[in-house]
């Protein structure tokens, strides 16, 4: 934890300073339970992130500055004593308060981001931090430390010319024919030149970074062993060795992205030949005969835990063994060498490795026992061992055996690294080596190479693209040459004759491209290049509707230049940051959203071969902490020069669509151009749900409800649905706890619509909660096409889209008839206190408007929630499964009231009583208040009862918990909107709260193009009227099934829809409040089901008296059926009506049709049929009158009631050439299995 305690000093120079002061309040959470704490499920105090492989809580905020450097300074510091004893801190607590700060930029914006451990132990107690005042001084004349940045190349060498991409795969030297050459397209061999960046992993920090596009690669020209003459040259392979310069012992690092090492092969330009270095006089002090080596042996066959860059090899179970032969490289038997073992062990109990050399035992690995069964912890304990051997023979055989108590113990070797002596010997055609000149006293070396011939070339390949020639001399079967280097250098020796020169792979011609030279763009698009298609449709619509610039490249291209061929994530994360640095240097930040289409793979190397790695992720070192081990997006788009790998801020917002098809891209492609349409304006644009998990001391459902109640404060126009677990009935089964009537309030909300829902809680890959509330089965059910929401998750791995099984966050995202269009969601195991501070933030911006008065897109909202949240590897967790550039739907306009029943409400309104009439009338405005006269439309006014307290019921033990609710629904109306004004009435029901208190009206206002959304709450309800009303009629029924025309007794399918036409003098009581007053409806007399209907009753068009109830019924059994409806009038009489009959599930098309006809660019195709709400494989032909098939498109569809949705058909798009004229066009649609089809024909005509 030290580093943690580190103090970041932030140094300056000090001019004319600018000061602020910001006192803050630490809120503690008081641990009235007395159970022990654990930091997954928040508490000690408000906005606690937990930092540190310990998971201790800090304080953090994060601080706006206009400099860009600041100092900082803790005063006013009020403690008060810790006494909650279900908390360990660490024995290491200093007497002084310790903090940190840590500057960085976001989108341009300067932060500083404070992080304060608030405990001190002073007088032999521990103290907590209650209060204290920040001091933050920066100074605009400041001079920040660190790079200037980095100067990008203004183009790609790969501009012009002829490319061909080659790739080897093993450190040493290659050679290249002149006549493979001409083959490749060359007739001038002698003038090729080869370009290329190495194979290692590029630098995860930004400044690290050297080259940005590839470099010209020195060759060495000759003849090989059949005379011909060659490109030889040299590769460094992808697997990198360091040595330690104090232990002198050298270590390898794999590649986590690539096997292969590429280069390029070119005729522009003059090739860069190796030059010989010039001669080193004066006599040598030493010879070098011997030189450090290294061989390892490592099997990456699997990821312990799905997660992380790291990678083992052979498993071992109880008593198992494994004997690994290992060739060394012509070693030194006569000198020690010193071999490292490394493993992981899963074990509830310790357990050891014994290490065998050639039979002889040289040491034990002990592993410390792993907790098994708690899913927060380390999954395996990792240890490596050292010993120090003489080598019997050149190969050796490591036996490894595990001892363990337990059978369901194991262990993984992880690898073997030995390090030894070689004698600096010609033992093949090609030999690497390394040494350096200067030891101790000694400045010049002579080294000594044996068993040799004159043709024999040394390179100092230490670094590759500056490869000189050593000069030589030859005498007696030994090369000798000087070195006064004072570093280890890098050499290779090889036989330009020599039989086993290895040639490297054709990989294909690269065509010239330029991102160097490309035009700044708001909006980049990488996609694999099965989904182009897609992408360019995305593009297109983005220019076309949101005036956007956007780039759409495919990762080769990218790797291509900025990460020499490599499928690395730092050469995307490259190519993102120069479009980002050259956008400030323009002063406009021009890139702002970058989106990746493609799904990723925990596997980037495929080495299990599943091909899931469609574009790269950046994963975390750590492969053995369920906590600490991450996916991460954040990596691409983290662009300043002193951020890179897991440490920053995001500067831009970045989505990404998981599709591992085209179908799937397209699916998503479908959903975001659907969302933006005038057919799904709707009431759902005004509702947010809040869905809270049960148990551990209500934690998730209060932090629902914290943000709900913000939501009521901050938005009031909106409707907040709480769907919270404790408040409904547990019921005990086979299969667990379960609550049936949460998934049912869940899928009603869905089907009804939200525009967001957020679900605080447990979960998994496949379900949300303990109880399973939802599962993949239901959300492929959903069927809310035209009602999607964005979904926000802060639960564990709900979203897992880097797993090989497809997460249950993805089959929400590319269910093609639901579900929603997109997910701010996890992707690993978090925890619950800094998914809260995250969450917090997304919806502190997430209706926030632009400076031009528009919705924030999605990725402006993630980006800015994270960068205000500081909540370490947690926030990583989190990523944007969706378009960054998607805008919220919430409507854009405002909903004004002007008078309540003749009363101006500036002035103040009478108090509504029951059964009164009560008129309102106002006005719809823009955002800014204005009233919009050009508006005609309708509105929805929605009059709620007051708060009303809600109780939980404390299932299995719970502590209840209470929390308020406003959704008792007086009166739900649809009236007239003419040039802006609207005006309706309604009859208050007998059935309220007469307890007075305030109300709340809250409207959505609509027309074709544009919706509206508004509240008033100034009002109050409550008492009775003194005017006597006589009536003693219930409400009339009329009840149908999927259409007015239907015939009681009449023939419908298993899925069908309840129509009831509803009218009363008085009007309908939906208020719910009233014991026994709701609207039912009760199937086949089965009255321990009864369905409540009084959320789905719409009154008419200028009409409280009268409305309509569309409910969804489905899964209905073949056969007779009967279904009465009861409702009430708000004088509290009732009326009942049942209607008959007969389910018989079959399909039938009632007709199919084509808009527009005649047509040009586009037609869209709809068909009516008798199985409501229920999905479709859908099969569109489109045949010429000759019967020749012109086209034919595959597509699930869905329907809402017995009208699907509809099929775009663009025949340009899809490469049909159409002639003007006459066609045939057929839809056959098929589900569980039946089958039905309609024709029609269309006119084609030019535009």
Request: aromatic residues 12%; negative net charge; hydrophobic residues 35%.
């Amino acid at each position: 934890m030290r580093r943690l305690f580190l103090f970041l000093a932030v140094f300056f120079l000090t001019t004319s300073a600018r000061a602020i002061d910001y006192q803050r309040t630490i809120v503690w959470v008081p641990n009235d339970s007395g159970q022990v704490y654990e930091s997954r499920f928040g508490g000690l105090f408000e906005g606690a992130v937990f930092l540190g492989a310990g998971k201790l809580p800090f304080w953090s905020e994060n601080f706006e500055l206009q400099s860009g450097i600041a100092e900082l300074a803790i005063t006013n510091t009020l403690f008060e004593p810790f006494s909650d004893i279900s908390f360990q801190l660490p024995d290491t607590i200093g007497t002084e308060l310790k903090y940190s700060t840590e500057t960085g930029t976001s989108a341009g914006k300067s932060f500083i981001r404070v992080t304060v451990f608030p405990f001190v132990k002073r007088n032999n107690q521990i103290l907590k931090l209650k209060q204290f005042t920040l001091k933050i001084t920066e100074n605009s004349n400041l001079q920040k430390s660190g790079a200037a940045g980095y100067l990008w190349k203004p183009t790609s060498v790969l501009g012009s010319g002829k490319w061909t991409k080659i790739r080897t795969i093993n450190k040493g030297i290659y050679k290249i024919t002149y006549d493979q050459l001409k083959a490749w397209g060359y007739s001038s061999p002698e003038k090729v030149s080869l370009y290329g960046n190495g194979g290692f992993m590029m630098p995860l920090l930004n400044r690290d970074l050297q080259v940005d596009d590839i470099l010209i690669y020195p060759v060495w020209k000759g003849k090989d062993n059949a005379g011909k003459d060659c490109l030889f040259f040299y590769s460094s392979g992808n697997i990198s060795q360091t040595r330690n310069s104090e232990t002198g012992m050298i270590t390898h690092q794999q590649n986590y992205y690539s096997t292969e090492t590429y280069f390029y092969l070119t005729d522009q330009g003059t090739p860069l030949l190796i030059e010989k270095a010039a001669e080193i006089g004066g006599s040598a002090g030493r010879q070098v005969t011997s030189y450090p080596n290294y061989t390892f042996y490592e099997k990456e066959l699997l990821n312990l835990i799905s997660s992380g860059s790291q990678w083992f090899g052979e498993r071992f179970m109880q008593g198992s063994a494994h004997s690994i032969n290992i060739l060394l490289d012509n070693p030194d038997l006569t000198k020690p060498a010193s071999i490292v073992v490394s493993a992981a062990a899963r074990s509830s109990a310790a357990s050891s490795m014994n290490v065998l050399l050639n039979a002889k035992s040289i040491g034990t690995i002990s592993f410390q026992p792993t907790a098994v069964s708690d899913v927060t912890s380390y999954y395996a304990n990792e240890k490596s061992i050292d010993f120090t051997e003489t080598l019997p023979t050149k190969t050796i055989v490591m036996r490894l055996t595990y001892n363990a108590s337990n059978g369901t113990s194991e262990a993984w070797l992880n690898y073997i690294g030995i390090n030894y002596q070689s004698p600096l010997s010609m033992s093949s055609d090609v030999v690497n080596f390394r040494g350096r000149g200067v030891d101790g006293t000694i400045t010049i070396s002579e080294f000594v190479i044996s068993n040799t011939t004159s043709g024999v070339i040394i390179l100092n390949v230490t670094n590759p693209h500056q490869t000189v020639e050593m000069p030589a001399a030859f005498s007696n079967g030994q090369l000798k040459f000087k070195s006064n280097s004072s570093v280890f250098n890098e050499y290779v020796a090889f036989n330009p004759s020599g039989t086993n020169i290895p040639v490297p792979e054709l990989v294909g011609e690269v065509a010239n491209q330029n991102l160097h030279q490309s035009d700044l763009a708001e909006m980049i698009i990488v996609s694999h290049p099965d989904f182009l298609s897609v992408a360019n449709e995305l593009a297109d619509f983005r220019r076309t509707n949101d005036q956007m610039t956007v780039q759409v490249v495919t990762p080769e291209i990218v790797y291509n230049e900025f990460s020499g061929g490599l499928p690395d994530p730092a050469g995307i994360r490259n190519y993102f940051r120069m479009c980002y640095d050259r956008g400030k240097l323009s002063g406009k930040n021009t890139l702002k959203y970058v989106l990746l289409i493609g799904d990723g793979s925990f596997d980037n190397r495929n080495i299990l071969g599943k091909n899931l790695n469609i574009l790269p992720t950046y994963q975390s070192p750590n492969s053995l902490s369920p906590t600490e081990s991450f996916v991460s997006d954040d990596f691409f788009v983290m662009l300043d020069d002193n951020e890179g790998g897991s440490s920053g801020i995001i500067d831009l917002g970045i989505g990404r669509i998981p599709a591992k098809t085209l179908d799937e891209a397209e699916i998503v492609l479908d959903k975001i151009k659907n969302y933006q349409k005038e057919e799904t304006i709707g009431n759902w644009r005004n509702v947010v749900t809040f869905i809270g998990d049960d148990g551990d001391n209500s934690t998730h459902m209060d932090q629902a409800d914290r943000l709900a109640n913000y939501m009521n404060k901050t938005y009031p126009a909106f409707f907040t649905d709480k769907i919270y677990f404790d408040a409904y009935r547990q019921l005990s089964t086979s299969g667990g706890e379960k609550y049936p009537d949460v998934t049912a309030a869940i899928t009603n909300r869905v089907k009804q619509g939200t525009l967001l829902m957020n679900y605080i809680g447990h979960a998994n890959e496949k379900n949300l909660a303990d109880e399973n509330v939802v599962d993949v089965g239901i959300i492929n059910s959903w069927n809310n096409y035209k009602r999607l929401p964005v979904f926000v998750t802060a639960t564990c791995e709900f979203s897992r889209f880097d797993s090989n099984e497809k997460s249950a966050g993805e089959h929400f995202l590319f269910n093609p008839i639901g579900g929603g269009v997109g997910l701010f969601s996890t992707t690993r195991l978090v925890f619950s206190g800094a998914n809260f501070v995250l969450t917090d933030q997304f919806f502190r911006h997430v209706f926030q408007k632009d400076e031009n008065g528009n919705n924030l897109r999605l990725g402006d909202v993630m980006r800015l929630a994270k960068s205000k949240a500081n909540t370490g590897i947690n926030q990583l967790n989190f990523t944007l499964l969706a378009d960054p550039a998607l805008r919220m739907a919430n409507p854009a306009l405002q909903v004004k009231t002007t008078s309540i029943n003749g009363k101006d409400v500036e002035t103040g309104v009478d108090t509504i009583r029951t059964l009164s009439v009560v008129t309102i009338k106002g006005f719809v405005a823009d955002s800014k208040g204005a009233k919009l006269t050009s508006f005609n439309g309708e509105i929805i006014p929605t009059v709620y009862d007051k708060v009303m307290p809600v109780k939980t019921l404390g299932n299995a033990g719970e502590e209840q918990m209470d929390y308020t609710v406003q959704n008792s629904i007086i009166y739900r109306g649809l009236a007239s909107v003419k040039n802006g004004e609207f005006e309706f009435s309604f009859f208050v029901p007998k059935d309220i709260s007469y307890k007075l208190d305030k109300g709340k009206i809250l409207y959505y206002a609509y027309n074709k193009t544009s919706d509206a959304q508004g509240y008033f709450d100034g009002f109050y309800l409550g008492g009775s009227t003194s005017t006597a009303i006589t009536d003693s009629q219930g409400p009339t029924i009329d009840l149908f099934l999927n259409s007015e025309s239907f015939k009681d007794g009449g023939r419908v399918s298993a899925s069908s829809v309840l129509i009831a036409n509803i009218s009363d003098i008085t009007g309908i009581n939906t208020a719910g409040i009233g014991i026994g007053h709701d609207i039912t409806a009760v199937l086949n007399d089965d009255y321990s089901n009864i369905m409540v209907l009084n959320d789905y009753f719409q009154s008419g068009l200028d009409k409280y008296n009268e409305g309509t109830i569309v409910f969804p019924l489905s899964n209905l059994p073949e056969g007779n059926h009967t279904l009465k409806v009861k409702v009430w009038d708000v004088l509290n009489n009732s009326s009942e009506k049942e209607i008959h009959f007969v389910v018989k599930d079959d399909l039938r098309i009632e007709s199919v049709l084509c808009y527009p006809n005649p047509m040009s660019e586009q037609a869209n195709f709809v068909f009516t049929h008798n199985q409501p709400d229920e999905t479709f494989d859908v099969t569109l032909e489109v045949f010429q009158t000759s019967g020749t098939r012109v086209d034919m498109v595959q597509k699930k569809l869905g329907s809402q009631g017995t009208e699907s949705f509809s099929l775009e058909w663009t025949p340009t798009s899809r490469s049909v050439k159409m002639t003007p004229g006459v066609y045939i066009y057929r839809m056959t649609v098929t589900t569980d299995g039946k089958t039905s089809s309609g024709s029609g024909r269309l006119v084609y005509v030019y535009r």
